[in-house]
């Protein structure tokens, strides 16, 4: 089974400009859950999409983030204009359903390093 | 509101000799505690989780933790670490939600032959 894909793995841009970070989830997990870690700070949570909904958005740090997941499948994290404090390492995880998620089911991928300079 | 503390940005350890990276929490309810590591160039892999029952929960790659509801704490622990243990150690516990997890802010262990 592959995992969670993410890609680019790394991304170097200027500040303003645009980046698109891509999720691509196990296939058949209908959870998707986008997070970051900033700074050497502690991973934190973005939003949690249920196949295309949009479940909890509550962890977005503001309008230049924009997540999609078209048709359930995939996602995107677009960052637009980026700033300085993007900067960070953002993870995607999936999960089969919420008891998955109750017992530790995520999987998580290996992350995009986004640096804005 | 969940949170987690890793009180230790970085734990050394001789190969060999016992491992434990600290974890503290702060919930309201029940807690649901979990370990994952992230090796590098890798995602975060999931070690092992309380939710309910014995204290001492065994994972992967020989790691327990150990739940300690009085003092708050689940560290986690090996008996002998390996080099290839050397990687970022992540804390969680249940968020305000099924779906989401509050992670501490990471201990890199470093263990030297």
């Known amino acids: 089974e592959a995992g969670v894909t993410q890609f680019p793995s790394h991304s170097v841009i200027e500040k303003g400009q645009t980046v698109t970070l891509r999720c691509d989830p196990i296939?058949?997990?209908?959870?998707l859950y986008w997070y970051r870690r900033v700074m050497g700070k502690e991973i934190k949570f973005l939003l949690h999409f249920v196949k295309e909904s949009k479940q909890d958005e509550s962890g977005m740090p503001n309008n230049r983030f924009l997540a999609e997941r078209t048709g359930g499948t995939y996602s995107t994290l677009k960052v637009q204009p980026a700033e300085l404090e993007d900067s960070g390492v953002y993870f995607c995880?999936?999960?089969?359903?919420?008891?998955?998620?109750?017992?530790?089911?995520?999987?998580f991928g290996s992350g995009t390093r986004l640096t804005v300079v | 509101a969940q949170s987690v503390a890793q009180p230790e940005d970085q734990v050394n350890v001789a190969e060999g000799n016992p491992l434990t990276v600290k974890c503290t929490y702060s919930?309201?309810?029940?807690?649901?505690l979990f370990w994952y590591v992230q090796y590098p160039n890798r995602g975060l892999q999931f070690l092992l989780k309380?939710?309910?029952?014995?204290?001492l929960v065994k994972g992967s790659y020989g790691f327990e933790a150990e739940f300690n509801k009085s003092q708050t704490s689940f560290h986690l622990k090996k008996p002998s670490a390996l080099v290839s243990d050397s990687a970022l150690y992540f804390c969680?516990?249940?968020?305000?939600?099924?779906?989401?997890?509050?992670f501490g802010a990471g201990t890199q262990v470093v263990v030297t032959p």
């Open positions: 995880a999936s999960s089969q359903d919420v008891n998955s998620d109750r017992l530790g089911g995520y999987t």
């Open positions: 296939s058949g997990h209908d959870n």
């Open positions: 969680a516990v249940r968020g305000d939600s099924w779906g989401k997890l509050q």
């Open positions: 919930v309201s309810g029940n807690p649901y």
């Open positions: 309380y939710i309910t029952g014995d204290n």
